[in-house]
Each structure stands twice: as structure tokens, then as C-alpha cells.
């Protein structure tokens, strides 16, 4: 069955600190990988990426896909109080999306 | 905000009944997309109509139907409610038919007590 693997599922760092969040796929018929932001509403897109190897970035954070390996990372870099959520990444195929359960991200001050 | 609304945004109904939901997309966006998150599941995708037409399924159960109409505003009915329905019931948007960037709407609470 397909799925998509976030890791870690949960993270509390200091504010300034750098973080790595991890998704791994299984999905056939890769299409794209997007990435979302959830805080306490609904998802906000971030990301989306289809090449491997091509950085996408906004700001502070940052994507890059490896589909050889199945994967993507988001950096988000000099975290913030604001950057406290869910990270949501999920892999789409020309039929479907399928979601990670996500990364919960606090920044504390 | 996304440009993608949703009525209502908060409805609390009785098991074995039958609910509506309704979303509009944003302007010019052919696709729609149904999601349910709970807290135990994630966020689930149910399905897709672009430009009237169903175009992908995902885990919507048998007791649940979706329409888009020639407006491109698309209505979740769910029948036959349980408590394990209770959930948020996001719709998302996009421009193109495949599962690219979707825009999502800010959600329906459901309750079902």
C-alpha cells in the first residue's frame, strides 16, 4: 500500500536553531511532492517539487527532493516562535494524494 | 486566506443523519478536493471533480457522495452519520486536473453526537 513517512514526528527546539524534516515515499506514478504548513487551521501550501536535486526556496525554509532515494527534506532555518505547526508533506500521483501524519514543530523562545 | 470558502464552518448533527457541505473555489480553479483529518487518521483525501467530473478517488466511504456543479462549487454529502464521522472536512482547489499545488479552504467542523 502506498504511503508517505514523516520523521521526526514531533520536535521542540530553541528559537534560532536549525531544523531537518523528513519524508519518505513509497507512491507509483510520482507526480509531485508537496509540502504544507498546518497551524491551527488549515494546510498553507509551501512547496512543491517534481526534479530531484533542485532546491526550492522562501525565505527561511527550504526543500529539495531525491527521487532516486524516494525522499525530500524541509530546512527552515533561524526558527521562529512563528514557525510552531505541523509540517505536512504529501507525495501525488495523477489519482491520488496521499498525506504524512506529519511533523509537529515547537519553537520555543 | 486562500480564496477558497467553506460553508459552514462548524455543524453538529445526530448519528443516522444526513449532512451537506459546500465549497467554492477559488477563482478560476477547475479542480475541487475533498479531505476528512481526525485526529487518529490524518488527513485523508476522499476525492476530486474537475470541471464537473469526478477524476479521482480516495478512502470516502459508500455512505458519502460529492458533486461539483457548472458553477465549479462543489457540495460533500454524507449520510447515515456516525460518531466516527466526526472530523474537519477540508476542500482544497487548484487550477490544473492533477494532484498538483491545491489551495485549501478553512474547513467544516463536523460533530456527530
Known amino acids: 500500500e502506498d504511503k508517505v513517512v514523516q520523521s521526526p514526528l514531533s520536535l521542540v527546539v530553541h528559537e534560532g536553531d536549525t531544523v531537518t524534516l523528513n519524508c519518505s515515499y513509497e507512491?507509483?506514478?510520482?507526480?509531485?511532492l508537496l509540502w504544507y504548513k498546518q497551524e491551527k487551521k488549515a494546510p498553507t501550501f509551501l512547496f512543491m517539487l517534481?526534479?530531484?536535486?533542485i532546491e526550492k526556496k522562501s525565505g527561511r525554509l527550504s526543500s529539495i527532493l531525491d527521487k532516486k532515494e524516494l525522499f525530500s527534506i524541509l530546512n527552515i532555518t533561524a526558527t521562529q516562535t512563528g514557525d510552531s505547526a505541523v509540517y505536512l508533506c504529501?507525495?501525488?500521483?495523477?489519482?491520488?494524494?496521499?498525506f504524512g501524519p506529519g511533523t509537529s514543530l515547537s519553537v520555543i523562545p | 486566506d486562500s480564496g477558497v470558502t467553506q460553508t459552514p464552518k462548524h455543524l453538529i448533527t445526530a448519528t443516522g443523519q444526513r449532512v451537506t457541505l459546500r465549497c467554492s473555489p477559488r477563482s478560476g480553479d477547475l479542480s475541487v478536493y475533498w479531505y476528512q483529518q481526525s485526529l487518529d487518521q490524518g488527513l485523508q483525501f476522499l476525492i476530486q471533480?474537475?470541471?464537473?467530473?469526478?477524476?479521482a478517488k480516495g478512502n470516502i466511504l459508500e455512505r458519502f457522495s460529492a458533486q461539483q456543479f457548472p458553477d465549479l462549487h462543489s457540495e460533500l454529502n454524507l449520510s447515515s452519520l456516525e460518531l466516527g464521522d466526526s472530523a474537519l472536512y477540508f476542500c482544497a482547489s487548484s487550477w490544473t486536473d492533477s494532484t498538483d499545488t491545491q489551495y485549501f479552504g478553512p474547513g467544516t467542523r463536523l460533530t456527530v453526537l
Open positions: 471533480y474537475y470541471n464537473g467530473e469526478e477524476r
Open positions: 507512491v507509483t506514478n510520482f507526480r509531485s
Open positions: 517534481t526534479s530531484s536535486g
Open positions: 504529501a507525495q501525488t500521483s495523477y489519482d491520488k494524494v496521499i
